[in-house]
């Protein structure tokens, strides 16, 4: 990598900056005492501050761990330095103005209005040494040449650092722009990325309903109802309230696929399906619990309740017919009730005490509705 772009903008500009117009004051100052007898050892010293000193100024910034604050450092010093160079050439007009405001406007335009007093005060610190090592001598003239050269040196030397505040601005400018447009585009990007992600989610709510739905009939599967029991369960046993568990199960169902196929059996259950989603109410959890057997899961509802809805489901569906091709087709369920907490306090026990009850209609002829404990089972018909 170039060295010099690794040592900061402001240092290169000051460099070039003072080295310019430390060179325009040597030939200001020449064309001035060109008449005058100052000596190997007054020339030398104007080569040393004119033509040496920024070049050593700008060593001194690099080699600094703060390169900026060493810059800073460096305004000062060349105000004090052309207060001592002012008294040196006796405070000539133009020569003292070139080089007062030069510095002064350098320092006003690096630190604001609180680096014109710091640096007055080095100036004025410059002379009052210039005056103890040189003695006071005022010779205000300025010779023609050296007038000429100062003003339009001085001119050129604000003009410059005009154009410099200039470039930067226009640089700041393009800066805040693709800023902006960065911004922009951040929050292009950023509003794609949300509907990504809600899209994302929408997807994966889908895929979470799809793996709890059955395919068949749209209600819930096994493992769903896996999850959810427990989660009901532990509501209704905190509420003190009851929870109904009814298994169904589709009599003479193998007949039907026998005897009609395989899609006859498959309109029985989504007949079935239908039945159970008409009947539940919006609390309620309808499954299908594997090949003919559903479960409705009815939370808060107690065994007397639940044994006239299973009795209204068994009478209502034992009387459609369901239509497949040319066919009208037609049977009858075999329906187990448990109930918490009476049959269970646990998804197991509740689930095998309405798969016991199922089972004990079957064996008792079909078309009827069981409880898992027959002594607990309310005296009343669907008459009632």
Known sequence: MNSSRRRPWLIRMHHRMRSISFAMMFVATALNITNQDYGPLGWGLLVGLFLLYPHLQYCRACWSANPVRAEMTNLLVDSLL???????????????????????????????????????????????????????????????????????????????????????????????????????DLLTANHALQENIREIDQLQAQLIEQANRD??????????????????????????????????????????NDTYGHQAGDAMLIHLASTLHDMARAADIT????????????????????????EELRVGFASAVVP???????????????????????????IQGADRAMY???????????????????AFSLAD
């Not at 052309?82 to 630190?111: E, H, P, R």
């Not at 640096?119 to 003239?141: C, N, S």
């Not at 499954?287 to 809805?309: N, V």
């Open 82 to 184: 052309l207060g001592v160079y002012i008294a040196g050439v006796g405070f000539s007009l133009w020569l003292a103005f070139s080089g007062a405001i030069g510095t002064l406007s350098n320092n006003a335009a690096n630190k604001g209005w609180r680096g014109v007093f710091p640096a007055l005060l080095a100036l004025g610190g410059g002379m009052a040494a210039g005056v103890a090592i040189f003695g006071l001598h005022l010779t205000p003239q300025t010779e023609w040449p050296a007038t000429l050269f100062c003003i339009a040196g001085l001119t050129g030397y604000l003009m410059a650092m005009g154009n410099i505040g200039f470039e930067r601005n226009q640089q700041l400018r393009q800066t805040r722009e693709t800023l902006k447009q960065r911004e922009s």
């Open 324 to 350: 497949f091709a040319n066919f009208r087709l037609q049977t009858t369920l075999s329906i187990g009730i448990s109930v918490y907490p009476g049959h269970g306090t646990t998804p197991d026990l509740l």
């Open 215 to 256: 395919p068949l009939t749209n209600l819930y599967n096994r493992r769903y109802l896996d999850s959810t029991l427990a989660r009901e369960l532990a509501r209704c046993k905190r509420e003190g309230q009851s929870l109904a568990l009814i298994m169904i199960d589709i009599d003479h169902f193998k007949k039907i």
């Open 287 to 310: 499954c299908r619990y594997g090949g003919e057997e559903f479960l409705l899961l009815m939370p808060t509802m107690d065994l007397e309740t639940a044994h006239r809805r299973a």
């Open 360 to 378: 004990r209609a079957k064996h008792r002829g079909r078309n009827r509705v069981e409880i898992d404990d027959l002594d607990a089972a309310p």
